[in-house]
């Protein structure tokens, strides 16, 4: 299991491996939004804490169907599949490697964005935490979306639409544990429930996702 | 097929019967409301097709268990069948809330638990159709939707509270129970239970005559098959 | 028989009115591709198990 791990994390660093582009995309976002809505600081203050987490989300996303694409493409996955690991482990693998490579880098790099966005400061520690304790649960969902659509010819698109009402509940929690954090109020109740839901997630999606690997697969 | 197309003739006429007659006791047979003036008489339909709306991701549910357990095709193409006619159900819920929110709120579209909550219905819907056309494999699909529809489920509940602790709303409360203050009135309430039980008989019609026609489609792409390879 | 006047919409007329037909149109439409759906099925299944039993009738014929 550590093996496969490191081989995805390997991987994911290589060269095309996509690793900065989930970075270089939240940048890009982040670059973005004030020229959608306007430079106004006031503004930006206001929603910045939202914005950040829906260019993490986004971030994420976008790299979600490399998480079983290589794999697929070449046989390995079928060699997982017959492996003594079991699937449920491979998912939860893919997912901790999608995590490392994706949601934790955002979360670090998130700071520096707050700073574009005019992040009040109180907001800064909430981000990350929220990131950190969030993002998980969009990597162990991302997989199931992506075991779902593995092997379909441009599945991308049918892979956000099925994926993006899933992220809902974290994305509602983590953003309001940044704009809370920002201003001061409590940050426990929606911290709390982000955290459940990752936990949630990463106990529960594993099992369907290798359900569902076994249907493609067959 | 032969129980449902015995059934389907009369579950028909008894939906018709039921929808039309409460649409026009509801449109032309009652008063206007003191607050709300005629547009009241929207409750007829966003009221039924809010409640079918929910109701048949519910159905779906059951159905997308009983292949799951069972692997009884007529479940799956059954979960099939009702996901447009669920959609569509959510979509007037939405359209005619956004019609009778206006002059009552003032505004389209509101944040609200409530609505957002069906909104997020509505994504889950077109993803579960969506799904189904993807891929072409009809039992890879049924395995697929199926699970897509216990998981969406249970992240559409989860949903549920996440935006109600994420917005507390202004939509009325229930307005059906059996005991809150809220209850609408007698005058309006009777047409309105005809209204939603016509539209569930509706939902039943239409789901059965639907899912015959999914089972003639498999029947059909199998005899295809079968003769491809004969 | 009560004499049948047409309810008094007030200033809501707009409203309410599309809102019966806005859902009398997505139900017609749903309705009726159901239903056309189901004819074009039906009918296909049955051409076609038409053809295979008259194929097989004529196969048997020149035995």
Redesign the interface.
Known sequence: MIGLLIRDLRLAVKAGGGFGLALAFFLIVSVLVPFGIGPETGLLREVSGGVLWLGALLACLLSLDRIFALDWEDGSLELLATSPLPLEMVAITKSAAHWITTGLPLALVAPLLGLLLNLPEDGFLWLVISLLVGTPALSAIGTFGAALTVGMRRGGLLLSLLVLPLYVPSLLFGSMVVSNGASGEAVGTPLALLAAISLGSLAILPFASASVLRVNLR | MSLSGAVLPWVTALAVAMVVGGLIWGFFFTPNDFRQGATVKIIYIHVPAAIMGSGTWFMMLAASLVWVIRRHHVSALAAKAAAPVGMVFTLIGLFTGAVWGQPMWGTWWEWDPRLTAFLILFLFYLGYMALWAAVENPDTAADLTAVLCLVGTVFAVISRYAILFWNQGLHQGASLSMDAEENVADVFAYPLWICIIGFGLLFICLVLLRTRTEIRARRLSALIAQERMA | MTP?I????????V??L???A??LA??L???AG??W??RK??I??EE??AR?TGKRQKSTENL
């Open positions: 049948f047409f309810p008094d919409l007030g200033p809501y007329a409203e309410v599309s809102a019966y806005g859902t997505l139900l439409i749903l309705v159901s239903v759906q189901g099925t039906r296909r299944l076609f198990e295979s």
